[in-house]
């Protein structure tokens, strides 16, 4: 039996995948007004325990791409989707802020392996024109889990309580592991793949492979991070990544402090920033595709898509100045939209600028340097907002992007696209 358009399917999947490790994320957010009253947590306590998090995260995440390059995608998905399920149906027996830091920690070991490990998948199955599409579909499933979870995790603890939206959740991941067991493999391994399919993919994919086993011996983790294009690339997400975690971590938080909102009004609303950057996600990938195909080289096309995203943001500098919550909810639209634009086509540049057998090392670099930014973001704005306002923390919000793109222009011209030049020549 043949799986038609099986390359769409996969990337629905990488979607869902993404999808469920956000929701898993999430639901600490939803309901973290709810469980700091149980058990007396400060502001602070909370930033303790999202901190603990970022550190499991970064420390993964820098060993969590040279374990995909290692051990392959489809083991190396499974694994980690395994352990991040797993830790979130713990959170059931946590009691206060070390055991929930505890839970979180172990969450964090588990969810970095979710970007390396797609990001191969998507250069395994993609060619370069259609790449930033496909990542920026797995990344729109951090719009869905992030959109989807508020109302239903709201729901949830409103019906059944709290430990029951962790267990549903991480239901769900033990759901999709099944599926991808059965249906992932690489295209010349694919027993799914339909014949004509499997040509095209040939001719525009497979070639890259075939540079890469031709090309010099594999090289150490500590030569390709310390190439001028791995560290690029993290510092971009060293900087930028703390942004949506502000949002994604701290938006229920802000709802409540500064906009008096309840635990039903939050799963009402707090889902809609989060549509915007799903759109933002496949509009921004499909962009820089379509730039392609109309003859502009792939590094302009990439870094003026991301340039367009970087300019949205400063506009979220006057969500907390803005008279009321739609309109401070509209000014955070312009974060999740902006970053969407920007992730799209930075998380698809590993792909571009390393061959195949570098690609999750690089991408793990790179998110590791995001979840450090992000370890202390947390710590920040917990200091910040129990001593002063959300004001501060919008400001650097609107900043990081922008400067972030200079970054980029300066120290990844055109010409440090060699290899994509080679792969297409």
Same mark, same amino acid.
């Given at each position: 039996?043949?799986?038609?358009?099986?390359?769409?399917?996969? *990337?629905?999947? $990488?979607?869902? +995948?993404?999808?469920?490790?956000?929701?898993? !994320?999430?639901?600490?957010?939803?309901?973290?007004?709810?469980?700091?009253?149980?058990?007396?947590?400060?502001?602070?306590?909370?930033?303790?325990?999202?901190?603990?998090?970022?550190?499991?995260? *970064?420390?993964?995440?820098? %060993?969590?791409?040279?374990?995909?390059?290692?051990?392959?995608?489809?083991?190396?998905?499974?694994?980690?989707? %395994?352990?991040?399920?797993?830790?979130?149906?713990? #959170?059931?027996?946590?009691?206060?802020?070390?055991?929930?830091?505890?839970?979180?920690?172990?969450?964090?070991?588990?969810?970095?392996?979710?970007?390396? +490990?797609?990001?191969?998948?998507?250069?395994?199955?993609?060619?370069?024109? @259609?790449?930033?599409?496909?990542?920026?579909?797995?990344?729109?499933?951090?719009?869905?889990?992030?959109?989807?979870?508020?109302?239903?995790?709201?729901?949830?603890?409103?019906?059944?309580?709290? @430990?029951? +939206?962790?267990?549903?959740?991480?239901?769900?991941?033990?759901?999709? $592991?099944?599926?991808?067991?059965?249906?992932?493999?690489?295209? #010349? !391994?694919?027993?799914? $793949?339909?014949?004509?399919?499997?040509?095209?993919?040939?001719?525009?994919?497979?070639? !890259?492979?075939?540079?890469?086993?031709?090309?010099?011996?594999?090289?150490?983790?500590?030569?390709?991070? %310390?190439?001028?294009?791995?560290?690029?690339?993290?510092?971009?997400?060293?900087?930028?990544?703390?942004?949506?975690?502000?949002?994604?971590?701290?938006?229920? *938080?802000?709802?409540?402090?500064?906009? #008096?909102?309840?635990?039903?009004?939050?799963?009402?609303?707090?889902?809609?920033?989060?549509?915007?950057?799903?759109?933002?996600?496949?509009? %921004?990938?499909?962009?820089?595709?379509?730039? &392609?195909?109309?003859?502009?080289?792939?590094?302009?096309?990439?870094?003026?898509?991301?340039?367009?995203?970087?300019?949205?943001?400063?506009?979220? &500098?006057? /969500?907390?100045?803005?008279?009321?919550?739609?309109?401070?909810?509209?000014?955070?639209?312009?974060?999740?939209?902006?970053?969407?634009?920007?992730?799209?086509?930075?998380?698809?540049?590993?792909?571009?600028?390393?061959?195949?057998?570098?690609?999750?090392?690089?991408?793990?670099?790179?998110?590791?340097?995001?979840?450090?930014?992000? &370890?202390?973001?947390?710590?920040?704005?917990?200091?910040?907002?129990?001593?002063?306002?959300?004001?501060?923390?919008?400001?650097?919000?609107?900043?990081?992007?922008?400067?972030?793109?200079?970054?980029?222009?300066?120290?990844?011209?055109?010409?440090?696209?060699?290899? #994509?030049? @080679? *792969?297409? /020549?």
């Amino acid at each position: 039996m043949k799986i038609p358009k099986l390359r769409w399917i996969i *990337a629905a999947m $990488l979607f869902f +995948a993404t999808a469920v490790n956000y929701a898993d !994320r999430q639901a600490l957010a939803v309901v973290s007004d709810r469980i700091r009253t149980q058990f007396a947590m400060s502001e602070v306590d909370y930033s303790y325990i999202l901190a603990g998090f970022f550190l499991a995260y *970064a420390i993964m995440y820098g %060993g969590s791409g040279y374990i995909v390059d290692r051990l392959g995608t489809k083991k190396s998905f499974s694994l980690f989707i %395994g352990v991040w399920s797993l830790a979130s149906m713990l #959170h059931v027996f946590a009691t206060g802020v070390w055991s929930f830091g505890a839970c979180r920690f172990l969450l964090g070991l588990g969810e970095p392996g979710n970007w390396p +490990a797609a990001t191969k998948a998507v250069s395994e199955w993609f060619a370069p024109k @259609q790449r930033a599409l496909g990542v920026g579909i797995f990344n729109a499933g951090s719009s869905l889990g992030s959109a989807v979870s508020p109302p239903l995790i709201s729901w949830l603890t409103i019906r059944y309580g709290w @430990q029951f +939206a962790f267990v549903a959740v991480a239901a769900a991941g033990f759901i999709w $592991l099944i599926f991808w067991w059965i249906l992932y493999d690489t295209p #010349h !391994r694919s027993k799914w $793949l339909r014949a004509d399919e499997y040509a095209e993919i040939k001719d525009e994919v497979l070639p !890259r492979e075939s540079l890469q086993k031709t090309s010099q011996p594999r090289e150490s983790w500590s030569t390709i991070v %310390g190439k001028q294009e791995a560290i690029a690339l993290c510092l971009a997400r060293t900087f930028t990544d703390p942004v949506i975690y502000f949002v994604i971590f701290w938006l229920p *938080a802000y709802l409540v402090k500064e906009r #008096h909102f309840d635990q039903k009004s939050i799963g009402q609303y707090s889902w809609v920033p989060f549509i915007f950057g799903g759109i933002a996600y496949m509009l %921004g990938g499909w962009l820089s595709g379509m730039l &392609m195909n109309k003859g502009w080289p792939l590094p302009r096309a990439r870094k003026r898509i991301m340039l367009l995203g970087a300019l949205c943001l400063p506009v979220a &500098m006057l /969500a907390p100045f803005a008279p009321n919550a739609g309109l401070a909810i509209a000014a955070i639209c312009f974060i999740t939209f902006g970053h969407g634009f920007w992730t799209a086509n930075l998380q698809t540049l590993p792909a571009d600028l390393f061959p195949g057998s570098e690609v999750g090392t690089v991408s793990g670099f790179s998110g590791m340097g995001g979840a450090i930014g992000g &370890m202390f973001a947390q710590l920040g704005t917990g200091y910040i907002v129990s001593r002063f306002s959300y004001a501060p923390i919008f400001l650097i919000a609107g900043l990081m992007h922008p400067m972030c793109m200079a970054i980029i222009f300066r120290m990844l011209p055109d010409s440090r696209f060699r290899y #994509h030049q @080679q *792969a297409v /020549a």
